[in-house]
C-alpha cells in the first residue's frame, strides 16, 4: 500500500511548499481529488452542500463517519481529515478523545479537525498526547454562527485582532499540526500565518497562509452563487445539466437505448 501524507509531515510545512487541500465527501471525489492534493479534508460542510442544511449544526458523528470511510477507501496517499461535528468534542477532553477515537478506529482517517482557539487549547493538548492528530480552525468558525450572528469576516475591528491572534498560539502551543483560518481579513491572516510557527491553511484567508483549503464543489462551479473567497475552477454544474438535459432529451425522443446500449440476440 502506498503511504500516506503525516500530520509530522504537514507540521514541517511551515514555511515551505505550500500545502494543497480540498474537502472531498465521497469516493468518487476522493480518487480525484487524491491525485493532487496533500490533505483531503470530510468537512461538516458536507452538511450544507450535500444535505441542503441551513448550517453544520445538524451534522452528526455518524454522518462524519460514513463519509470518512468512503473517503479513506476512495483515496490511497493524501492525509485524510475528518471534521468533528458540532456537540462531539466541546464539553470536555474525554468527551472528545472518546468521539474522535471512535471516527479514527472506525474510518481510518489521518487526523481530526475541531472549531475554537484558546477555548479548545486543553482539548487539542489532550488529543494530541494520546495519539490523535489535531487540526485546529479558527476565525470564522461555522458551528459557532449562532454565538457569531452569522457567517461573518472575522477581523474587520483591528482592536479584536489580539484575540484571533491568541486563538492562533494557543492551538500552535498545544500541539495542534496546522491550523485552518477561515474567514479572518487579508493582513491579520498574513500576520498570523508569519507569527504562528504551525502551517496555517486559509480559506478567506491570505495568499502568505501556509496552505489554502476550497470546499470542492464551490471551486468545481457546482455554486451558482460562490462566496467572495472562492476561485471557481471548473464548470462542473454546467456539465451535469447538459448531461442531464441530453439524457432527457434522448429518453423522449426514445434514441436512447440504441441498439449499443440494449443485449440483442444473436
Ligand atoms: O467543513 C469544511 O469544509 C471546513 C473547511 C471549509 C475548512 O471546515
Ligand atoms: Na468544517
Not at 441551513?54 to 475528518?82: F, P
Not at 498526547?129 to 485546529?136: H, Q, S, T, Y
Not at 470542492?216 to 455554486?223: A, V
Amino acid at each position: 500500500a502506498t503511504r500516506r501524507v503525516t500530520a509530522p509531515e504537514i507540521r514541517s510545512r511551515k514555511g515551505g511548499e505550500p500545502i494543497v487541500a480540498l474537502t472531498s465527501y465521497h469516493a468518487i471525489t476522493a480518487r480525484l481529488v487524491d491525485n493532487h492534493a496533500d490533505i483531503l479534508l470530510v468537512g461538516d460542510s458536507l452538511g450544507m452542500v450535500l444535505y441542503a442544511m441551513d448550517s453544520t449544526l445538524g451534522v452528526s458523528l455518524d454522518m462524519m463517519i460514513m463519509h470518512g470511510k468512503a473517503v479513506v477507501r476512495g483515496s490511497k496517499r493524501g492525509m485524510v481529515v475528518v471534521d468533528m461535528p458540532f456537540g462531539s468534542y466541546e464539553e470536555s477532553p474525554a468527551v472528545a478523545f472518546r468521539n474522535a477515537a471512535r471516527v479514527m478506529q472506525e474510518t481510518g482517517c489521518g487526523a481530526v479537525k475541531i472549531e475554537g482557539g484558546v477555548r479548545m487549547a486543553e482539548t487539542i493538548r489532550f488529543l494530541t498526547e494520546r495519539g490523535i492528530p489535531a487540526m485546529a480552525h479558527i476565525g470564522l468558525t461555522p458551528q459557532s454562527i449562532n454565538t457569531l450572528g452569522g457567517f461573518k469576516t472575522q477581523g474587520r475591528d483591528t482592536a479584536l485582532w489580539p484575540l484571533i491572534k491568541a486563538d492562533a498560539k494557543a492551538v500552535s502551543d498545544a500541539g495542534a499540526f496546522s491550523v485552518v483560518l477561515e474567514g479572518i481579513v487579508e493582513p491579520l491572516a498574513a500576520e498570523i500565518s508569519r507569527e504562528t510557527s504551525i502551517p496555517t491553511i486559509g480559506i478567506g484567508g491570505s495568499k502568505e497562509c501556509d496552505g489554502q483549503i476550497l470546499v470542492l464543489e464551490d471551486m468545481l462551479g457546482y455554486n451558482p452563487k460562490p462566496p467572495k473567497f472562492v476561485k471557481v475552477y471548473g464548470t462542473v454544474g454546467a456539465g451535469i445539466d447538459a448531461a442531464v438535459k441530453a439524457y432527457a432529451d434522448d429518453v423522449r425522443a426514445r434514441v436512447f437505448p440504441g441498439d449499443e446500449n440494449v443485449y440483442l440476440l444473436k
